[in-house]
């Protein structure tokens, strides 16, 4: 089965059609979300909808917990707690039906672990350090994790018991054979990417041969950047998709 992973989509309507676009282009059988897909942006309503009608597994995020009012955001910084409130304020009933109806932060499908943040902590612990990448693997019940949260296109792998963890960024045209070995794999954020790279980023998977692919996709920054700002969204959140920091 071939299967797009995507994630971190923050309500940036433009980012996910693009990328589902490329995903339907290339015939991929299913959808995958890691979550998050509220949050910064300027289009809530209209991701969720569309995630919901496209994605055969979506999990629940910080961001989207956040929106629901169901965590506490004092721990998050000034920019995106205002974007969270923001959001509280701005979803319709059928998107807090939508949310509300996600099952959780953490699920497995095709012996793959996935999570929105990290195996042992599926809500808010970032996974950017091999330190924190071992506690996890070794956590975590399958061989293979994938995860989100980060919004850095990534991996962690450990080859076998006796080896250290590696780790590496994973730019466009990374490609991947998970077939053995230990593996954390993060797909990158489709709508606000921290690596360096503003173009939408997600992954592509071979569930029989375990091959991935890291993707790009270039969509419209500049439409989106306006959105959050006709949404009176703090600007910083518009600035940063063009540096994709």
Request: glycine share 6%; charged share 25%; aromatic share 6%.
């Amino acid at each position: 089965m071939k299967v797009a992973v995507i994630s971190d989509i923050h309500a940036n309507l433009q980012a996910l059609e693009a990328v589902l676009e490329e995903v339907d282009r290339d015939r991929h059988d299913e959808i995958w979300c890691l979550g998050d897909a509220v949050g910064y942006g300027a289009n809530p309503n209209e991701v969720v909808e569309i995630l919901s009608e496209r994605c055969s597994l979506l999990l629940i995020g910080n961001h989207d917990l956040a929106a629901l009012d169901e965590i506490e955001i004092t721990n998050f910084s000034v920019n995106a707690a205002e974007a969270a409130l923001w959001t509280r304020k701005n979803l319709t009933p059928r998107t807090v039906e939508i949310l509300r109806s996600i099952e959780g932060a953490r699920a497995t499908r095709e012996a793959i672990g996935l999570s929105h943040a990290s195996p042992r902590d599926p809500i808010w612990e970032y996974v950017i350090d091999t330190g924190v990448a071992e506690e996890n693997i070794e956590f975590q019940p399958e061989r293979v994790g994938m995860i989100g949260h980060s919004h850095i296109a990534l991996f962690f792998t450990r080859p076998d018991e006796m080896s250290r963890i590696s780790a590496a960024q994973a730019p466009a045209g990374t490609d991947l054979n998970l077939a053995r070995g230990e593996w954390l794999v993060n797909p990158g954020s489709v709508g606000q990417p921290r690596d360096g790279d503003p173009r939408a980023a997600w992954l592509s998977l071979d569930t029989e041969s375990m091959k991935v692919g890291f993707r790009r996709t270039e969509y419209p920054v500049e439409i989106a950047a306006e959105a959050i700002r006709e949404a009176a969204l703090p600007p910083t959140l518009a600035e940063r998709l063009f540096a994709g920091t």
